[in-house]
C-alpha cells in the first residue's frame, strides 16, 4: 500500500463513529448511505463519503440501485479483515552519488539565522521568513546533530561551492547519515537558503 | 611600517562623553552655587569615576587602570578637600601635597595613555585580519566559520585569553568546552567595564577555541559593514582567525610583548 492510500485508510479509521459504521458493513449484506446515516445519527453526506472512501481503496463493493424511484449505490464488504501494509523504506531520500555530488553554498542575501549549537562546531537551528504581506511568517528548522555539523561547514555565500559529499567528510558526518543530509539541502534549497551548482565532475568520488 | 586602513574613520565621540557630561555639570554648578558647589559637584563626579574604574580592574585586571583609578581618586579628594569649599581643610601644606601627588598620577596616567596602554585593541585587529583579504563582492552571513586546527593545551588557552583580556586586545569568554575571544573597539569598551553583565558575544565579532583544538571565527554584521569596502567574507574570517592563532604562538613561544608590537604598528593613535 502507498502512503497516500494508507494515510486515506488512517483517516476513515479514525473518525469517531468509524467503528459503529464497520459494524453495520459487518452485519448487514449491503447498506446504502442513508440508511447508514440514519441509524448513526450522521448527515447522509459524511455516511455518503466514508463509504465512497472505503469503496475507492477497494474494501467496499459499490453497486448501483434501481428499486427505489432515483438510482442510489449500496456499499458491501469485500473483506473482514484489513490489513495497513506500509513500506517505509519508499519514503527514503535518493541519496544516489549525483545527489552527494551536487556543488552547493549558502545563497547570497539568503537572510537566515542561524543559531549555533551550545559548545560551538555545529548549528542547532536555522530561521527564515516566508511568505508576503500578512502571511509573512518566521519558519524555524531545528536541526539533527549530524545537520548542525553539516551546515556549519556549509560555504559561505562568496565562497566556491562544495559538493555534499565533501562537506560531510569537513564536518566528519558518517556515510549512513546522507538521507537526512540531503533532506534537509533539499528543504533549506527550497527556501532559498542554499543554493547549488553544476555537479564537479569527479568531487563526489573524491569526497 | 605603514599599513593603509581598510576600517572606515572612527568617528565616535562615545569615549569623550563622560567628561563632556562631567564638564557641563560642573559648569551648571560652578553657575549656580559657585566655587564651593563646583569644586563639591567635581570633586564627587571624580570620586564616582574612581570607584567605576576600581571596578573596572576587577573585570580586566589591566594594572594601567589602577594608575587610573589612583587618579582619579587622589583628584576626587584634591577638589573636596580645597580650601574654601564646603568640605575645605586649612592645612596648605597637606593641600599641595595632595597637588604634588595628583600631578604625578596624572603624568604617570598620561604617559600610559599615550603608550596605548589603556586602549582596546578591537580595531587594530580588525584591521590586521583584513589586511590579506582582497576586496570582492561578497554578502554577510551571520554564520561562524571553522577555521581549522591549532596546537595548544587547555592551560595555554586559557592563560592566553587571560593575556588578551588584560592587555585589552579582546574579551575573553570561557565556557564549558571553549573559549571565546571577541575584539573589542575602543569606544565600545563601556558595558564590558562598566555594565552590570558583561554583553553576549554571539551577534559579535569572535575566535574560538574549543579543548580539542578547533577554531573558529564568526564577523559581526556591525564590524563586516565598518571596512571602506565589500570583502570576502570567508577569508575574512579566516585570516581572523589566523591572527589570534599567530598571536597564540607567539605567546607559546614567549613572546607575548610581540603580540602589541604587531598592533602598535597598525596604529599607533592612543584613542581609535
Redesign the interface.
Known amino acids: 500500500m502507498d502512503f497516500e492510500r494508507a494515510a486515506q485508510l488512517g483517516a476513515c479509521l479514525s473518525k469517531d463513529y468509524a467503528a459503529e459504521m464497520l459494524r453495520l458493513l459487518v452485519n448487514y449484506r449491503s447498506l446504502s448511505a442513508s440508511e447508514a446515516a440514519s441509524r448513526l445519527d450522521l448527515h447522509v453526506q459524511t455516511a455518503q463519503t466514508f463509504l465512497d472512501t472505503l469503496a475507492s481503496l477497494g474494501l467496499l463493493d459499490k453497486e448501483e440501485s434501481l428499486e427505489k424511484s432515483r438510482p442510489y449505490f449500496r456499499y458491501s464488504l469485500k473483506t473482514t479483515r484489513i490489513t495497513l501494509d506500509l513500506d517505509l523504506a519508499s519514503l527514503a531520500v535518493d541519496d544516489a552519488p549525483s545527489d552527494l555530488g551536487k556543488r552547493i553554498r549558502e545563497r547570497k542575501n539568503a537572510g537566515a539565522r542561524f543559531t549555533e549549537a551550545r559548545g560551538g562546531n555545529a548549528i542547532s537551528s536555522v530561521a527564515v521568513w516566508t511568505g508576503e504581506g500578512r502571511s509573512r511568517e518566521e519558519r524555524k528548522l531545528t536541526l539533527t546533530e549530524a545537520q548542525g555539523a553539516f551546515l556549519y561547514h556549509l560555504p559561505f555565500p562568496g565562497a566556491e561551492p562544495l559538493s555534499v559529499a565533501v562537506i560531510m567528510k569537513k564536518a566528519g558526518i558518517e556515510e549512513s547519515r546522507a538521507p537526512e543530509i540531503l533532506d534537509i539541502v533539499a528543504r533549506l534549497q527550497a527556501l532559498g537558503v542554499v543554493e547549488a551548482s553544476a555537479t564537479r565532475s569527479g568531487e563526489a568520488q573524491s569526497g | 611600517m605603514y599599513v593603509p586602513g581598510k576600517l572606515k574613520e572612527d568617528r565616535s565621540i562615545t569615549a569623550l562623553l563622560p567628561a563632556l557630561v562631567t564638564l557641563a555639570v560642573f559648569f551648571v554648578a560652578l553657575a549656580m552655587g559657585g566655587r564651593p558647589l563646583g569644586w563639591l559637584v567635581l570633586g564627587l563626579a571624580f570620586a564616582f569615576f574612581a570607584v567605576v574604574a576600581a571596578r573596572s580592574y576587577g573585570r580586566t585586571r589591566n594594572a594601567a587602570i589602577l594608575v587610573q583609578t589612583a587618579y582619579l581618586g587622589l583628584a576626587a579628594a584634591w577638589l573636596l578637600v580645597a580650601p574654601g569649599s564646603f568640605l575645605g581643610i586649612e592645612n596648605p601644606r597637606l593641600y599641595r601635597l595632595l597637588g604634588a601627588c595628583v600631578l604625578l598620577s596624572l603624568v604617570w596616567l598620561l604617559y600610559l595613555f599615550l603608550g596605548r596602554r589603556l586602549k582596546w585593541r578591537g580595531r587594530e585587529i580588525l584591521e590586521l585580519a583584513a589586511l590579506p583579504v582582497k576586496p570582492?563582492?561578497?554578502?554577510?552571513?551571520?554564520?561562524?566559520?571553522?577555521a581549522g586546527r591549532a596546537e595548544y593545551t587547555r592551560g595555554e588557552i586559557l592563560s592566553f585569553a587571560e593575556l588578551l583580556r588584560r592587555n585589552h586586545l579582546a574579551w575573553a569568554y570561557r565556557?564549558?568546552?571553549?573559549v571565546v575571544l571577541s575584539p573589542v573597539k575602543a569606544g565600545q569598551e563601556f558595558p564590558y567595564l562598566y555594565g552590570w553583565s558583561v554583553p553576549d558575544y554571539?551577534d559579535r565579532t569572535w575566535v574560538?577555541f574549543?579543548f580539542d583544538g578547533?577554531v573558529?571565527a564568526q564577523v559581526s554584521r556591525e564590524d563586516y559593514l565598518d571596512y571602506r569596502e565589500e570583502l570576502?567574507?570567508?577569508a575574512l574570517?579566516e585570516s581572523l582567525a589566523a591572527v589570534f592563532v599567530g598571536f597564540l604562538e607567539q605567546f607559546r613561544k614567549g613572546e607575548a610583548r610581540r603580540i602589541v608590537e604587531r598592533l602598535d604598528d597598525v596604529s599607533r593613535s592612543p584613542v581609535s
Open positions: 570582492t563582492p561578497d554578502a554577510f552571513t551571520s554564520r561562524p566559520r571553522p565556557e564549558a568546552d571553549r554571539r574560538a574549543d578547533n573558529s570576502s567574507l570567508d574570517c
